[in-house]
């Protein structure tokens, strides 16, 4: 469960819920409704899917879970399975950048005969990705036999030839789910439950977010509310997106974050720069600037009611004082006050707060941005589900790998 909190964003600077009758939510509304009614858009039903084919992926002995692919296939994965482990990384191995020293120290570490191999990839063509499973192949031929398992996830490309021709396990992503916006498919679902996680939670989440979000009256439907108020403030120049976290081990939702506003929202001329926030730590080196640098910025407070772990503390303070409180009443105060102080410098904020960091709630806050994200771009008036400027790099790259990485003095 969560509670969003809009009163510090509607009520200081230049944005007034005066200002909420210039934009044409309802608008927004309805046409993102038409578009997941009729399945234009598939990121709504796939929450209502059967469950029971995820039996497939069960890992009942616990082995490794390898899982390689990049940005959409791979982020909100991460995002899930960093959000509720705390700190403790057994069996779970990802890959997707193709920086040679993590790819290299990753698979050093990782026994493949131990492992299921999870290669995901929508498009079958993703440069990171496809190195990335071939690397894993030359290290499985070097095996004198294979014991793992390796499952693609993929609708095409030259993955799926791979897949088809060495006779692997291959599944498919729905074709009207975009891949930044496929976690509760097959993509991020798989993993997870081989990594023991309880998806149907993460989806009733999901559907309990989901009866929100089909709320015509924007005060009781956050993703709507949540875009409209950055699309105001957007408009009236502040086009940074920061996200704020209080719980560290969101890191990954935040770069799932990332991606889904960037190539989502960024398109002619339009859209927020998402901005990743680590509280308390950024107070000592963002803070500054976004209290008194250019007012460009909406910030996003995450926190939550509830640590998993959490203990008392008796300390002195500069004055010698005794204080006696919890760890978690420490970073509590520590974003009531940013949030204070920001509000009196008049930058806008909104708070979310998880009730605890459980499946539930990271799975109702992941489907809020999803739908938070798709109402924008109604407002803006954009296909908010292709990337096309991100098209031109890989063909510029492609070019340059083909001339075997010949890239002069360029
Ligand atoms: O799943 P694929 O096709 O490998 O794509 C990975 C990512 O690359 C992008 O196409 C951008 O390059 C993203 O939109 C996508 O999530």
Same mark, same amino acid.
């Given at each position: 469960m969560l509670k969003y909190d809009y009163k510090n964003a509607v009520n200081i600077g230049d944005v007034s819920l005066e200002d909420f009758e210039k934009v044409d939510f309802n608008g927004a509304y309805s046409n993102l409704m038409e578009k997941l009614n009729k399945g234009v858009i598939g990121f709504r039903e796939i &929450?209502?899917?059967?469950?029971?084919?995820?039996?497939?992926?069960?890992?009942e002995d616990g082995i490794n879970v390898v899982v390689v692919g990049m940005g959409g296939s791979i982020l909100g994965t991460m995002a899930i399975y960093y959000g509720l482990s705390l700190y403790n990384y057994n069996n779970a191995y990802f890959i997707d950048n193709s920086d040679p020293e993590k790819t290299l120290s990753i698979l050093k570490k990782v026994d493949l005969n131990n492992s299921i191999i999870y290669i995901i990839s929508k498009s079958g063509n993703t440069l990171e990705t496809l190195v990335n499973y071939y690397l894993i192949k030359r290290k499985i031929e070097k095996l004198d036999s294979f014991k793992g398992d390796i499952i693609f996830i993929t609708n095409g490309g030259k993955l799926k030839r791979e897949a088809e021709k060495n006779n692997y396990k291959v599944y498919s992503i729905p074709?009207?789910?975009?891949g930044r916006f496929s976690v509760f498919t097959v993509v991020g679902l798989a993993p997870l439950y081989s990594l023991g996680i309880d998806i149907s939670k993460i989806l009733e989440g999901a559907k309990y977010m989901d009866k929100l979000c089909q709320n015509k009256n924007i005060f009781k439907n956050p993703a709507l509310l949540n875009g409209v108020i950055h699309y105001l403030h957007e408009k009236k120049g502040r086009s940074i997106s920061v996200v704020m976290s209080y719980i560290e081990r969101l890191k990954y939702f935040g770069e799932w974050y990332k991606q889904l506003f960037g190539e989502s929202l960024g398109k002619n001329n339009n859209g927020l720069t998402p901005i990743l926030s680590i509280g308390a730590k950024d107070q000592h080196s963002l803070l500054q600037l976004y209290m008194d640098g250019k007012k460009d910025k909406v910030i996003t407070f995450i926190t939550t009611e509830k640590y998993d772990l959490d203990e008392e503390i008796t300390f002195e303070d500069i004055n010698d004082e005794k204080i006696s409180c919890n760890l978690s009443n420490i970073i509590k105060c520590e974003q009531i006050a940013t949030e204070m102080a920001l509000t009196q410098r008049g930058v806008p904020n909104v708070r979310i707060t998880l009730d605890e960091i459980d499946e539930f709630s990271l799975g109702a806050m992941m489907y809020m941005y999803e739908m938070q994200v798709g109402f924008m771009g109604e407002l803006y008036n &954009?296909?908010?589900?292709?990337?096309?400027?991100?098209e031109e790099e890989k063909r510029i790259c492609w070019k340059l790998i083909k001339e075997c990485g010949n890239y002069g003095d360029r």
């Open positions: &929450i209502y899917d059967d469950l029971n084919k995820y039996n497939d992926f069960k890992n074709e009207n789910v975009p &954009i296909d908010a589900y292709n990337q096309p400027a991100v």
